[in-house]
């Protein structure tokens, strides 16, 4: 109640309408979730063919869905005076149309993360609020600064429905290896894991040396209670903390202190933290995943799932694609730092993590080897 309206000019406009609301000072909300529309139309995703005839208002904010089938490559470029970060990829719709697509800062550094711990099939990308930029007659959509939202594989009802819709061959060919071309990708492998260094839970708590070692166990409780995701800096990825001015003993929006690289960051990236405890048959224990790690298992960047659960209204929630994880099992590699009889630490990091069932076969037919070369050693050291 007590809004003013006006025409719907601008540059960049989130609908065609003709008129926008203004909230004035008297303006009244009162919240009724029954009279909310239903998801179904949070998104009016354009065809390839009616962008790609630029028949669309190139002012209005547009939604696309489509499959990455272009190149991925992250780049680092200069605009205004001031290092930026761009990605460049087509998205290819059910049919043959493919458009080109930019991103940019945060948007960009999402997708060549999630790209980038991708093991293979269709990544469907659904992109909100995008800017539509036409050069020399050539089309291509963009990122806004703050607008867009991103959708990567997400279990929402658009993404599954294109999924469907999507021919069995380009499903096939992207299941036996991804159409991506990932010039500036470096893929985290599972054949890193250290198989000749496998340990049991109860090893792993009574070892007192520093070591790499792999644990196959399952995730028996994630520890809601705790942050699952923190604010991170650009550059080393340790917590940032609020920048205090020393001068005016005031918090300065916008600056954080960055203890890891001793300096003030203006940018900063959302990252997971996710705690869990793990189980095996000898005992339990505390793993704490970051962000690769949790991206090649959800497959989706810590942003893009806070993002989701703000659109959602459930952001004081623990989100579901983490809760999933539980009861999984999992080969993990962890970090052990040098212990002592008086301490053993209470959570260990991990630093590579699969549910690969090749791995996992090769984990206990490993165990299984060793095992029998021992009952035959032992059978011979006995005759």
Not at 135 to 149: D, V
Not at 311 to 316: E, K
Request: include cysteine.
């Amino acid at each position: 109640m007590n809004f003013k309206l006006s025409p719907n000019l601008g540059n960049y406009r989130g609908t065609p309408h003709p008129f926008k609301i203004f909230f004035t000072w008297s303006t009244h909300v009162k919240k009724n979730c029954e009279e909310i529309p239903n998801d179904s139309l949070r998104f009016n995703c354009i065809s390839f063919d009616d962008l790609l005839s630029q028949k669309h208002d190139e002012k209005v904010f547009v939604d696309v869905i489509g499959e990455i089938v272009g190149p991925c490559d992250l780049k680092e470029i200069t605009v205004r005076n001031a290092p930026c970060k761009i990605l460049n990829l087509q998205l290819k719709d059910c049919g043959d149309s493919i458009i080109n697509c930019v991103f940019w800062e945060k948007y960009a550094e999402d997708i060549h993360s999630y790209v980038q711990s991708f093991f293979g099939g269709a990544i469907v990308l659904l992109c909100s609020l995008m800017r539509i930029n036409i050069y020399n007659g050539k089309l291509t959509i963009q990122s806004g600064k703050a607008s867009t939202k991103l959708f990567i594989n997400s279990d929402i009802a658009e993404i599954n429905k294109f999924k469907e819709k999507m021919s069995k061959d380009v499903m096939s060919t992207t299941s036996s290896g991804s159409l991506l071309t990932l010039s500036n990708c470096t893929q985290v492998s599972s054949d890193h894991i250290p198989f000749d260094n496998r340990k049991t839970i109860s090893q792993l708590l009574t070892s007192y040396e520093e070591t790499r070692c792999c644990i196959y166990a399952t995730i028996c409780a994630l520890k809601i209670e705790a942050p699952w995701w923190y604010l991170g800096c650009p550059g080393c990825a340790k917590k940032v903390n609020p920048y205090l001015n020393p001068e005016t003993e005031e918090i300065e929006m916008d600056k954080f202190s960055c203890d890891g690289c001793e300096t003030i960051v203006c940018s900063t990236k959302i990252r997971y933290q996710v705690h869990c405890k793990v189980l095996d048959h000898t005992g339990t224990t505390s793993f704490v995943m970051f962000d690769r790690e949790v991206i090649q298992l959800i497959h989706k960047s810590a942003y893009e799932l806070l993002e989701q659960q703000v659109q959602f209204n459930s952001g004081n929630e623990f989100p579901r694609e983490l809760l999933a994880l539980e009861g999984r099992k999992f080969v993990f590699t962890v970090n052990k730092p040098e212990t002592s009889k008086n301490y053993t630490p209470s959570t260990f990091k991990v630093v590579n993590v699969t549910d690969d069932h090749v791995k996992i076969l090769r984990f206990h037919s490993d165990d299984a080897n060793e095992v029998k070369m021992r009952k035959t050693l032992k059978y011979h050291v006995l005759k």
